[in-house]
T-cell receptor, first 111, second 116 residues
Framework: QKEVEQDPGPLSVPEGAIVSLNCTYSNSAFQYFMWYRQYSRKGPELLMY????GNKEDGRFTAQVDKSSKYISLFIRDSQPSDSATYLC???????????FGTGTRLQVTL | GAVVSQHPSWVICKSGTSVKIECRSL??????MFWYRQFPKQSLMLMATSNEGSKATYEQGVEKDKFLINHASLTLSTLTVTSAHPEDSSFYIC????????????FGQGTRLTVV
């Protein structure tokens, strides 16, 4: 079993839709949770960063962490074609520890 | 967010030659640098971690004599692919983390290496 599971997609939604992206994990030691967006042939860009359980909102993006279920989510409201990219979740056990990435979900927002 | 600059963006080299990729943190001191490799439509695979003042720690299966990592200063790390072969063709990405930036890791733009 992989440490972090993420549906690779592709996920296709119409413009304006609410998008839900998810990851599950098996290691209860993960304390830090991040979401990255990666456009084709570019490096990942940090979108959201959360420590421990709870919700965090930033503009159209909301990150949720449920440590009891080992489940994290990223919601994108009012999705735009420019949101089309691959979204990667990344988890870490500590500030000095490596990031463990999900496989990434490819999102396509259509007009 | 913090800025990490990676150079070059792409490089084509002949089989058997060595290629150096640079990764610089422009506005913070990077106490830890990570080097990843990414194949098409796949996630990032961590190759090695380089901490300030220490030798790089390589992940299992990564040849340290082939992928030389130097964390020359708190703002610069280099990855040298020695005696490159076509199977080394990939997208290489660095990421940096600094004390002042908590646990967030910021990524460079990536380098597309093609070995012909």
């Amino acid at each position: 079993q992989k440490e972090v599971e993420q549906d690779p997609g592709p996920l296709s939604v119409p413009e304006g839709a609410i998008v839900s992206l998810n990851c599950t994990y098996s290691n209860s030691a993960f304390q830090y949770f991040m979401w990255y967006r990666q456009y084709s042939r570019k490096g990942p860009e940090l979108l959201m960063y959360t420590y421990s359980s709870g919700n965090k909102e930033d503009g159209r993006f909301t990150a949720q962490v449920d440590k009891s279920s080992k489940y994290i989510s990223l919601f994108i409201r009012d999705s735009q074609p420019s949101d089309s990219a691959t979204y990667l979740c990344a988890l870490s056990t500590g500030t000095a520890s490596k990031l463990t990435f999900g496989t990434g979900t490819r999102l396509q927002v259509t007009l | 967010g913090a800025v990490v600059s990676q150079h070059p963006s792409w490089v084509i080299c002949k089989s058997g030659t060595s290629v150096k990729i640079e990764c610089r943190s422009l506005d913070f001191q990077a106490t830890t640098m990570f080097w990843y490799r990414q194949f098409p439509k796949q996630s990032l695979m961590l190759m090695a971690t380089s901490n300030e003042g220490s030798k790089a720690t390589y992940e299992q299966g990564v040849e340290k004599d082939k992928f030389l990592i130097n964390h020359a200063s708190l703002t610069l790390s280099t990855l040298t692919v020695t005696s490159a072969h076509p199977e080394d063709s990939s997208f290489y990405i660095c990421s940096a983390r600094g004390r002042s930036r908590g646990t967030e890791a910021f990524f460079g733009q990536g380098t597309r290496l093609t070995v012909v």
